[in-house]
């Protein structure tokens, strides 16, 4: 038998079920853990991993906007269970080497994706391996487990057990009939052993009493709908074992040799390890907030609570759950061979373009469908054109020989309530006034988006504000404007300073989606580092009266064009070919 701490054991104080956490009442020295799920090894990452790490890199930033942390965000790779044994074999190596591979492969790609993960875990380091079987302990102790003959069906591709009414039949390739699991498609195999069962019957009301007292604690809204019904199910006991003789790749049950701890028993404690359990984990637990898709919300929103409340600990404060990427409208997969490879999306459309796309594009509420063409419009329109060209126009040296960030003048644009009355508001016109109050409410704005995990809004409402901004800068053509002439000098140099200040705010704003491209922006206005938080986002503020920090400042060299246009693929077929200069 295996020592484990005598604290395993033991009920630590109840606490009250957290209230769901809400980024306006988060002040300074708020603590949050965000996860994304972790990945398994059985095949290399594709854009639809891509993107869950994504979502949770992109509320790490966002949150770290709003003062320096304590924060963290935790990924990794679930690499025990049947699936990746069979991987291994079927790749004729050993699970060991298949994982440290595949494992490298997903750290690599989320490293080069600039997703700011503080840890990664490995379900097969030491740490966690003794915090699964700590936590297994805690589960026995409080009488919460069995040992029962499993009878059913299981699916080794989803790892999961599956009863009667969740299976249906459908031919295989060469035509055999064969069951299925209803949901994700994959073969079911029926299973009989003596196996561990968890009571999870005994929390069916304790979860759907969490649910009631908590309704934003699933988002968005219709998956919260959907765990409620499943509440209004049975909940069976759950086999949370398997015979070592089938499954050797895992982690034993602590003084039961012929015994393996079920993979997803062992994948979700992983949010238990990276927060320091057993030892140290009461300084971050129950701050987690997991990102995960929509085919493991049970298992997030049922299973893990559950489990949870068993062992006497809080369940999580937050599950944010996202849908599906397609390809060309169809489900990616291996046999169909339209796998999108994230590495080579980003040698074609760039870091922070293939960023950007997904998190534009990607609306957690239902599936979305990628193809190569979308992602050149969209990011050739928004970022290239309606961004960097902004920039680019602003900044110019004939525009702005100087090189500095101009003074703003209160005569040519003032304060004004009747904003119709051009007499009273100098040069600045009716549109004028709304594109200073879009982009005053444009932080907040993005800030709730972000909080109701609706990043896509965000995204959107930052991208009407930059067209609202090419408006303006259109409307009053600038280059016109004649530098010897004092008065037109003013006026030009306010529409300069209204422009830079909306590009200021913008760059600000869209640092957790685009990082690189957000401070190539931000380091040509010359804002300092120290100078680009949620406490700066002030918009205009010689407008509304106050001193502006940047007025009279250089601006930082200009390195380019703000963001490369990206060829169509017709275009660099041509290209290639010298048809087209
Ligand atoms: N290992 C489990 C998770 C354990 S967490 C304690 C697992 N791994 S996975 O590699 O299959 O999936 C990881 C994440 O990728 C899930 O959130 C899943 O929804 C997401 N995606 C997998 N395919 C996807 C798409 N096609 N589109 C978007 N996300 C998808 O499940």
Known sequence: ??????????????????????????????????????????????????????????????????????GRLATGTDEHGLKIQQAAAAAGTSPSELCAHVSGLFRDLFSRAAVSFTDFIRTTEPRHHRAVQCFWAALQGRGLLYKDFYEGWYCTPDECFLTQGQITERPDAQGRPCKVSLESGHQVHWTKEENYMFKLSEFQEPLRKWLQGNRHV??????????????????????????????QWGIPVPGDSTQTIYVWVDALVN????????????????????????????????????????????????????????????????????????????????????????????VPERDCDYYEEKVIKLVNSELADALGGLLNRCTAPSINPSGIYPHFSESCFRKSSDHMDVEASGRALAEDYELVASVDRLPLQVTDYFEHFQIYKALESVVACVRQTNGFFQRHTPWKLCRDNPAEKCWLNTVLHVTLECLRIYGILLQPVIPATADKLLSRLGIKLEERAFTDLTFLPRYHGKPCPFEGRRLGPDTGALFPRLETPRRRQLEIKGLRP
């Open 1 to 70: 038998m295996l020592s484990l701490p005598a604290r395993c054991l033991l009920r630590p104080p109840r606490r009250p079920l957290p209230a769901p956490f809400r980024w306006g009442s988060s002040g300074p020295g708020r603590r949050w853990l965000l996860s994304t799920p972790i990945f398994y090894v059985n095949g290399p990452p594709h854009i639809g991993h891509l993107y869950s790490a994504l979502l949770a890199d992109a509320l790490h930033r966002h949150r770290g906007l709003l003062g320096p942390g304590p």
């Open 271 to 362: 949010y238990l390890t990276v927060a320091g359990y057993p030892d140290a984990h009461h300084a971050w637990w129950p701050a987690a907030h997991h990102v995960v898709g929509k085919d493991i919300l049970k298992f997030h929103a049922i299973y893990w609570p559950a489990l949870l409340m068993a062992v006497g600990l809080d369940p999580p404060e937050q599950i944010y759950v996202h849908s599906h990427w397609t390809v060309h409208g169809q489900k990616m997969s291996k046999s169909l061979g339209n796998v999108v490879d994230p590495v080579a999306c980003f040698k074609q459309y760039t870091v922070d373009g293939f960023r950007y796309f997904l998190l534009r594009q990607g």
């Open 218 to 247: 699933i988002s968005p809204e219709p998956f919260y709908q959907v765990v409620l019904r499943w509440l209004e199910e049975d909940l069976p006991d759950l086999s949370v074992s398997r015979e070592r003789s089938r499954l």
